[in-house]
T-cell receptor
Framework: AQTVTQSQPEMSVQEAETVTLSCTYD???????LFWYKQPPSRQMILVIR??????QNATENRFSVNFQKAAKSFSLKISDSQLGDAAMYFC??????????FGTGTRLKVLA | GAVVSQHPSRVICKSGTSVKIECRSL??????MFWYRQFPKQSLMLMAT?????????EQGVEKDKFLINHASLTLSTLTVTSAHPEDSSFYIC???????????FGPGTRLLVL
């Protein structure tokens, strides 16, 4: 069965600094997608970044980038130049052929002014 | 971008009553919609997957007679919590996948409180 693990319940970062959130997953599939979603206090889930497993190039969206290591089944999120608005819960998610997501337990990110 | 709405945003009801939550995709057609439940400080738990025009597929442990799902059109899915009890109090979130997409777009959620 597929699983997603986020081993960091909480992380802190100083404003303008860089932070990396970890995510590992387990699957026997070769074709799948990985996502990072942000859930601020409003609880609206917001897509941060997406990675297709067949792509070797790491996805990047402005200040957000991933380090996708397929062999190691690792999918970490790097946030550069952290801003106060980045404070939220971050969920890593895996999706294979059924279109269902499997979510990790989340990492709460605090941004210190 | 793809927008998904939910209504109501919060609802308080008495134990034993039924509550309906609507999920709409506003600017795209949603082949598949998903319903999640989220307890405080926890992750999202998938309850069911609904496809337009067919019966919903429920996850193990989710009572299909208690959580009725209807996906009547490509833009609307409803979740009805029947005979609600205090333990059904939670945050319910829907998401939708468009016809081509690999990504789910989430609604803003509905907070249900059963007294």
């Amino acid at each position: 069965a597929q699983t997603v693990t986020q081993s960091q319940p909480e992380m802190s970062v100083q404003e303008a600094e860089t932070v990396t959130l970890s995510c590992t997953y387990d699957t026997s599939e070769s074709d799948y997608y990985l996502f990072w979603y942000k859930q601020p206090p409003s609880r609206q889930m917001i897509l941060v970044i997406r990675q297709e497993a067949y792509k070797q190039q790491n996805a990047t969206e402005n200040r957000f980038s991933v380090n996708f290591q397929k062999a190691a089944k690792s999918f970490s999120l790097k946030i550069s130049d952290s801003q106060l608005g980045d404070a939220a819960m971050y969920f890593c998610a895996y999706r294979a052929g059924t279109y269902k997501y499997i979510f990790g337990t989340g990492t709460r990110l605090k941004v210190l002014a | 971008g793809a927008v998904v709405s939910q209504h109501p945003s919060r609802v308080i009801c008495k134990s034993g009553t039924s509550v309906k939550i609507e999920c709409r995709s506003l600017d795209f057609q949603a082949t598949t919609m998903f319903w999640y439940r989220q307890f405080p400080k926890q992750s999202l738990m998938l309850m069911a997957t609904s496809n337009e025009g067919s019966k919903a597929t429920y996850e193990q442990g989710v009572e299909k007679d208690k959580f009725l799902i209807n996906h009547a059109s490509l833009t609307l899915s409803t979740l009805t919590v029947t005979s609600a009890h205090p333990e059904d109090s939670s945050f319910y979130i829907c998401s939708a996948r468009d016809l081509q997409g690999e990504t789910q777009y989430f609604g803003p959620g509905t907070r249900l409180l059963v007294l």
